[in-house]
């Protein structure tokens, strides 16, 4: 850790900058505690002690792999390694066993070529450059060698890549575990093809991120005695439902509902959709492309997908008629009714909405209307018909929309949990964990708190294991070891476990 500056004329440091993060330069007077500095780039800066930390004079330009063997490890020296890994593309450097990867939003050929999986296999960590098939195959590796069940944790912000890197992760897994030769519905193929069907209807544009996760994600990829993926199981969590009726600008609803409205003409003819901007719950955004995106080609493949991980076309049908249902549903407003406080469908658009809601969801019209405008409050031994405000008849609907797309959503994950299949016997388990990572928008809500406390959870679980297991180490052997110091927020978290508790 940073040893502390002295702060002599002529030593090389970073200091603090308000726009760079942090600028180096060249101390040329040391006045008390106010230090002046010539920065590289010509501007003279004062600053104190506090702000500045020493360079490493003998850095080479292009970086280094592994951050433990920086001089300095501290903030200034981790990021400029990083950047200058990041300019010649090279966007995984290690911190140990820990791999680090800057999204690059581009695609790098190097880093993925078709023989790159081959050169990782059964290499030390750290014998070729750092990558996330390393990182899977030194898990491999673990688990055959030592028997020990393995995990993977992928963190980040939203947006950082982290879905990207648990796909690399799964794929490298999926070549390791798989049968030569196999092709088709083998195992390895269904964990692979479940990605883009889970994307389908769990990933969404938001304003960070084109196809943005809206569930938490662990696969438990099972193995036998020999190595081979044996069987699978997907949990997921915590999608995010009120997107399926609200959305804001410039974001977007799931993927699933403009791929439908791109279906080929038969399909959307018999789901009476047509163009996105006429559906309440996608044209509250103006946002409906994505650059570079084929929907039409998109809906095609998510079906092909589909069909691999085991729904069949019956299923699909019905999947994709829920979908449409829900953008129906939306297009339902309702007015005054007869009596007070009372609801109806607003006019004959309205009508027809209901009419082909009902329809796809193979349900009484007269009932779903009911539900909406509606409430049954059941008492002791009778039950009590309450008729709803067009307020509250609105909100009823979505409600709806969102319980039936999060149930859609399980069925999906269960059906692919079904087909896949479990191994019971198995007795070596590699887990691969991909949240959605942190998030602060300018309004907050309830779920964005979910997903950060989630974060948080995790960031001390890694705290936990990276840190504090490796002073421990350290203390072992008896090295000297100054101490990290790091943000411990684990006393809000106990505060926000003991409210949810209470
Ligand atoms: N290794 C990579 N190579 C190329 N593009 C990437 C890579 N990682 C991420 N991206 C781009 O960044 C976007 C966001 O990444 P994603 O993994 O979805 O982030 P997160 O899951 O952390 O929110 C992806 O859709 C992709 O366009
Ligand atoms: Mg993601």
């Known amino acids: ?25 060249e101390i040329v007077e040391v006045n008390g505690k106010d230090i002046k500095i010539n920065s590289t780039s010509g501007k003279m800066v004062v600053a104190k002690p506090s702000n500045i930390y020493p360079m490493d004079p003998e850095f080479p330009p292009s970086g280094v792999e592994d951050m433990t063997r920086l001089a300095y490890l501290h903030e200034p020296g981790v990021l400029h390694n990083l950047k200058c890994r990041y300019d010649i593309d090279e966007i995984y450097t290690y911190t140990g066993s820990i791999l680090i990867a800057v999204n690059p939003f581009q695609r790098i050929p190097h880093l993925y070529a078709s023989d790159m999986m081959q050169r990782y296999k059964g290499m030390a960590l750290g014998e070729l450059s750092p990558h996330p098939f390393a990182i899977a195959d030194s898990a491999y590796r673990m688990m055959i060698n030592e028997g020990a069940s393995q995990s993977i944790l992928v963190s980040g912000e939203s947006g950082a890549g982290k879905t ?82 609200q959305v804001s600008d410039p974001e977007r609803n799931y993927h699933c509902f403009y791929m439908l409205c791109a279906a080929p003409k038969e399909v959307v003819d018999s789901y009476k959709l047509g163009n996105p901007r006429s559906f309440h719950y996608l044209n509250q955004s103006n946002f409906y492309e994505l650059e570079g995106l084929d929907e039409t080609k998109e809906y095609l493949e998510t079906r092909r997908a589909m069909g691999v991980v085991g729904i069949n076309s019956n299923e699909q049908d019905a999947i994709f008629r829920v979908v449409a249902a829900i953008l129906h549903l939306g297009n339902i407003e309702f007015t ?41 409050i059941a008492t002791r031994g009778e039950a009590i018909t309450k008729c709803l405000d067009p307020n509250s008849a609105a909100l009823s609907r979505d409600a709806l929309a969102k319980i039936v797309y999060s149930k859609l959503f399980d069925w999906i994950v269960n059906k692919i949990n079904e087909s896949i299949g479990q191994d019971p016997d198995s007795k070596n388990l590699i887990g691969v964990l991909d949240i959605y990572g942190f998030e602060s928008f300018k309004t907050n809500s309830f779920e964005q708190f979910c ?14 294991h990276v840190f504090k297991m490796e002073q421990e180490e350290y203390t072992k052997e008896e090295i000297d070891w100054s101490y990290i110091e790091f943000v411990d927020n684990q006393d809000i978290l106990d505060l926000v476990e003991k409210v949810i508790e209470a």
């Open 336 to 376: 005054k009714g007869d009596e007070v406080d009372s609801s109806q469908p607003k006019d004959d658009q309205s009508r027809f909405h209901l009419k082909t809601a009902a329809e796809l969801l193979m349900c009484d019209v007269k009932s779903l209307e009911d539900s909406f405008c509606k409430r049954v």
């Open 164 to 245: 990207e890197s648990t796909k690399l992760l799964m794929q490298y897994l999926a070549y390791m575990g798989g049968r030569s030769g196999s092709e088709g519905r083998s195992v390895e193929q269904q964990v692979l093809q479940s990605n883009p069907v889970l994307e389908a209807f769990g990933n969404a544009k938001t304003v960070r991120n084109n196809n943005s996760s809206r569930f938490g994600k662990f696969v438990e990829l099972q193995f036998d005695q020999r190595g081979r993926i044996s069987g699978a199981a997907i949990r997921s969590y915590l999608l995010e439902k009120s997107r399926v009726c």
């Open 1 to 25: 850790m940073a040893a502390k500056v002295s702060y002599v004329v002529g030593s090389n440091v970073w200091v603090q900058d308000p726009e760079e993060a942090w600028i180096d330069g």
């Open 451 to 464: 997903i950060n406390l989630t974060n948080e959870k995790l960031q001390q679980h890694f705290n936990q």
